[in-house]
């Protein structure tokens, strides 16, 4: 599967934005997604992932409360909602999908998209 993440840009500190990310091929509603974020000079790290159905989601302790994690299966799209948004939020967001495993661990992520800049001013 192939995933492509967009809705990225810069914004004041408590605004808001919409992730999107498309997956292209077969299969999607099998897969667990998941969302992560990688600041300059840090490791990627875990935001929120959703299970195949939609029904069971993980949220990051960091941005519990602000984000917002769904999916569409008909469109193969899943969304990240961000609100609330402060400086420390500035990262690239991926998108990832995976077929077993962890939600929160990257290593059992097996397909990434490329990225979208998320730019929090103060």
């Known amino acids: 599967v192939q995933l492509q993440a967009s809705g990225g840009g810069s914004v004041q500190a408590g605004g808001s934005l919409r992730l999107s990310c498309v997956a292209y091929g077969r299969a999607f509603s099998t897969y667990g997604m998941g969302w992560f974020r990688q600041a300059p000079g840090k490791e990627r790290e875990f935001v929120a992932a959703?299970?195949?159905?939609?029904?069971?989601?993980v949220l990051a302790d960091s941005v519990k409360g602000r984000f917002t994690i769904a999916r569409d299966n008909a469109k193969k799209m899943v969304y990240l909602e961000l609100n609330g948004l402060k400086p420390e939020d500035t990262a690239v967001y991926y998108c990832?999908?995976?077929?077993?495993?962890?939600?929160?661990?990257?290593?059992?992520?097996?397909?990434w998209g490329q990225g979208t800049l998320v730019t929090v001013s103060s």
């Open positions: 959703i299970g195949w159905s939609g029904d069971n989601t």
């Open positions: 990832a999908a995976r077929r077993g495993g962890s939600m929160v661990r990257t290593p059992d992520y097996d397909y």
